[in-house]
C-alpha cells in the first residue's frame, strides 16, 4: 500500500531553493546523487478542494498543488525568519487560518499558515 507523499516543487533556482531549505528552514536532506536532495518534511496532511468547474481539464495531466508550510504560531515564526534575513507576505486571516507566503530564492514562494482547525497529525 503507499506509504508515503513524494512532493515536487517546480522552481527557476532548484540549488537556491535547496539551500534555503536546509539552512534556512532547517529541513534534513539525503543527497540521492549529483546534489539533488530530497527533503525529510514534518507531518503532513492533504485537503481536497474542488476545481474551476469552468476550467478546462486535460485528463492526463496531473492536479495541481499549493505547498503550505505549518505552524503553531504565524507571527513568532514570521520574527524567526526575519531574524534570518526573510521578507514574509502580508499576513490573511482566512476561516481555516492565518496566512502569509515565504519567498523562495528563485523568486518563487511557499504558504506558511497557522491552522485554526483541526489537524490530522496526530491520526
Request: glycine share 8%.
Amino acid at each position: 500500500m503507499v506509504n508515503g507523499i513524494h512532493v515536487l516543487i517546480y522552481t527557476a533556482d532548484p540549488d537556491a531553493d535547496r539551500a534555503f531549505f536546509c539552512e534556512v528552514l532547517g529541513f534534513t536532506a539525503v543527497d540521492v546523487g549529483h546534489g539533488w536532495l530530497i527533503f525529510a518534511l514534518p507531518p503532513t496532511e492533504a485537503a481536497f478542494h474542488p476545481l474551476d468547474p469552468a476550467a478546462p481539464r486535460d485528463p492526463d495531466t496531473l492536479l495541481r498543488a499549493d505547498v503550505y508550510l505549518m505552524c503553531d504560531d504565524v507571527r513568532a515564526t514570521m520574527r524567526d525568519l526575519a531574524a534570518k534575513g526573510v521578507t514574509c507576505g502580508e499576513i490573511a486571516t482566512e476561516r481555516w487560518g492565518i496566512r502569509t507566503t515565504v519567498p523562495l530564492p528563485s523568486g518563487g514562494r511557499v504558504g506558511l499558515y497557522q491552522p485554526t482547525h483541526e489537524t490530522a497529525h496526530k491520526l
